[in-house]
């Protein structure tokens, strides 16, 4: 299944480097090429030759429409039919399809999953052991061939933008940058962005609603408005809008998850193309796949990862306690000897506030260098389902991020008792990592990718004599592209574009700051303004980044945004007793200043009992599934009951 025309788009790019021998480009090429019976992957395979701009060479991988419906059939992708039933497509039944995708139903999205899915199927013979062009590299039996060399940096593959579906999409979403459009979004790049989307623009929303309660409770401490009162009902309406907010949540993902076809057992998804093992039959499927024994998996975890966690979380807590002790030497510094008070000049405000300048850009710093150790270590405790391997990451740097983020603001607001610290130091962290993250995300990437700074960068490397030569390799049964091919110029503008491999930094970005506002809103209600000031320009940056600078995702059909929702509502539990902690040292300290101990931790009980029970309640009281779903999965049910009693 390998023919197809020569006009055929262009759906993955597989980019040969330099350290790449000719003969592992000639098994790569033929192994797409071969017919998907033989184990290959049925798939067109056409070279784009080098040149001195883009010295290296690059397969352009397209596919026959038959062989796409015939691997959507396997994948079992669910698509609506022309009934309005949610179910998977099958090759004979294509009629019953509408024609409202690329290839039949199939979308964009979909047709990269599938190309994807003919890549990822092909594994080397068990005779094989060492990888075919570096024989010094070994490979274990049966496994991938594409993911194997993408491991040893000899290949980089990702799906190529589709220009006129992009500019549609850009184009429709400019219209309503306040509510994304989703289905485009999932059609485009598929169901773990267009849940990204669809939970950012949520909590965006929501953020207006908290942001002016946050700004009622400003006023009352301002004008004095029975400042106690007002910030125990605050952080009431505060904690039961989270509570809904966090439940309606649930059931959109829910509604998503139904709607684009994703929902489903986690046990039967298809394992990660990066997953190792002996190759085995599928109890359930009956199909060939690798396996892994837990127990392994589990050693790695308890003997290795854990323990280089929680070297980590020590090292944040010292990292911590040295800010503590620069900030009591700066201000020994700044004392007036006269009137041994701390200067209060401009000069010395800043200094005063350095320490906790840099430990807010340590903790960034600290934050990346820990990402890349996450993914490292959950890569090599091998988990079988990209589902299961996302939840893994999350864990561990939630777990990291609360010490290295928060602790400090805990240490600060419980044991010290500091309430004017805790917020100074509230909003600089906020402060400074959201410049950060703008002048990094956006602006950095912006520059850099400007025409006039493309053509810098490349008429100083050329006359430095940096540039690098065109490769030129020895390929056989190759179909080359002309220079000036519009899928040629399309992939040139994806490999100077920004990889997109994850959405762990932004829904890390999103976590901390809800961790920030929500956390200990009882002593700074503003902290929900300054993150929507922020959620508003982003919502414009990150549309421009995805769209413009940024290469394609891989598509991924997710059920939910996984292990984050429940960071979220752990983050959303503890924040009821946090804010508790501090409205009860508020009314120690004001309306119960002749309270005893007894009683000050009687109302601090019965305060949280309260919260809690209200949050908890909530669970109870909104339903997971919407009655638009449950109405759709009866009539498709009732639908096919019936066509199977007529069929006997």
């Given amino acids: 299944m390998c023919g197809g025309e020569d006009s055929s788009p262009t759906y993955y790019a597989v980019q040969l480097h330099w350290k790449c021998e000719d003969e592992a480009a000639q098994f790569i090429h033929d192994k797409l090429r071969l017919d998907w019976a033989k184990g290959g992957g049925g798939l067109t395979v056409r070279r784009q030759l080098p040149t001195s701009a883009f010295p290296e060479t690059i397969f352009h991988v397209t596919c026959t429409n038959s062989h796409l419906l015939m691997l959507a059939e396997l994948m079992e992708v669910k698509k609506e039919d022309l009934e309005g039933h949610i179910r998977p497509v099958t090759y004979d039944e294509i009629d019953q399809f509408p024609e409202s995708g690329r290839v039949g139903p199939l979308d964009i999205s979909d047709i990269h999953r599938c190309v994807q899915y003919a890549m990822e199927r092909i594994h080397f013979d068990m005779s094989i052991l060492s990888l075919p062009g570096h024989p010094a590299r070994s490979v274990l039996k049966g496994a991938p061939v594409i993911s194997s060399y993408q491991e040893r940096h000899l290949i980089s593959v990702f799906p190529v933008h589709d220009s006129e579906d992009l500019v549609k999409l850009y184009k429709s979403w400019s219209h309503s940058p306040f509510s994304p459009p989703l289905d485009q979004i999932r059609s485009y790049f598929g169901e773990s962005v267009a849940l990204y989307w669809s939970f950012t623009g949520s909590y965006t929303k929501f953020l207006f609603?908290?942001?002016?309660?946050?700004?009622?409770?400003?006023?009352?401490?301002?004008?004095?408005?029975?400042?106690?009162?007002?910030?125990v009902l605050f952080s009431f309406f505060n904690l039961i809008c989270l509570g809904f907010f966090l439940e309606l949540w649930k059931r959109t993902a829910n509604e998503h998850s139904f709607f684009w076809g994703t929902s489903g057992k986690l046990r039967l998804k298809p394992p990660r193309p990066e997953y190792r093992g002996?190759?085995?039959?599928?109890?359930?499927?009956?199909?060939?796949?690798?396996?892994?024994?837990?127990?392994?998996?589990?050693?790695?975890?308890?003997?290795?990862?854990?323990?280089?966690?929680?070297?980590?979380?020590?090292?944040?807590?010292?990292?911590?306690?040295?800010?503590?002790?620069?900030?009591?030497?700066?201000?020994?510094?700044?004392?007036?000897?006269?009137?041994?008070?701390v200067s209060t000049d401009f000069f010395s405000k800043i200094l005063i506030n350095l320490p906790s300048i840099l430990y807010s850009l340590s903790i960034i710093i600290f934050n990346k260098v820990y990402l890349k150790m996450a993914r490292d270590l959950t890569t090599w405790e091998n988990h079988r389902t990209q589902e299961q391997h996302d939840t893994h990451i999350t864990i561990k740097l939630v777990t990291f991020e609360f010490v290295n983020t928060f602790l400090a603001l805990f240490y600060m607001g419980f044991w010290m008792q500091d309430i004017a610290g805790l917020k100074a130091q509230l909003f600089t962290t906020l402060i400074v990592q959201q410049v950060v993250n703008q002048v990094q995300e956006v602006l950095i990437p912006l520059v850099l990718h400007k025409p006039a700074s493309m053509k810098f960068f490349y008429k100083m490397s050329k006359k430095l004599g940096v540039n690098e030569e065109p490769q030129k390799r020895k390929l056989a049964g190759t179909s080359d592209l002309s220079e000036d091919d519009d899928r040629v110029r399309s992939v040139n503008h994806d490999v100077l574009a920004d990889p997109l491999d994850t959405l762990h930094d932004d829904f890390m970005e999103l976590w901390l700051q809800f961790g920030h506002v929500f956390l200990f809103s009882a002593v700074y209600p503003l902290a929900a303004g300054i993150a929507l000031v922020n959620n508003l320009t982003e919502l414009f940056a990150d549309r421009y980044k995805l769209c413009q600078l940024s290469r394609k995702p891989r598509p991924l059909a997710v059920r939910d945004i996984g292990a984050w929702y429940m960071a979220f509502r752990i983050t959303a539990i503890i924040s009821i007793i946090t804010n508790c902690g501090?409205?009860?040292?508020?009314?120690?300290?004001?309306?119960?200043?002749?309270?005893?101990?007894?009683?000050?931790?009687?109302?601090?009980?019965?305060?949280?009992?309260?919260?809690?029970?209200?949050?908890?309640?909530i669970n109870k009281l909104v339903s997971d599934t919407s009655s638009q779903v449950k109405l759709a999965m009866d009539k498709t049910d009732f639908h096919f009951k019936q066509k199977h009693i007529k069929a006997q």
């Fill in 209 to 231: 609603l908290i942001a002016f309660l946050g700004l009622a409770e400003y006023l009352c401490e301002m004008f004095g408005i029975n400042y106690v009162y007002s910030n």
């Fill in 278 to 341: 002996e190759l085995r039959n599928n109890p359930v499927t009956g199909k060939q796949e690798m396996f892994y024994p837990s127990g392994k998996r589990i050693k790695k975890i308890f003997l290795v990862s854990f323990p280089l966690t929680l070297l980590c979380l020590m090292m944040a807590f010292a990292l911590m306690i040295g800010s503590f002790e620069a900030d009591r030497i700066m201000a020994l510094l700044l004392l007036d000897p006269d009137t041994e008070e």
């Fill in 582 to 617: 501090l409205i009860a040292l508020d009314l120690r300290d004001t309306a119960g200043q002749d309270w005893s101990s007894l009683e000050w931790f009687g109302m601090f009980i019965m305060i949280e009992h309260i919260f809690l029970v209200a949050f908890i309640g």
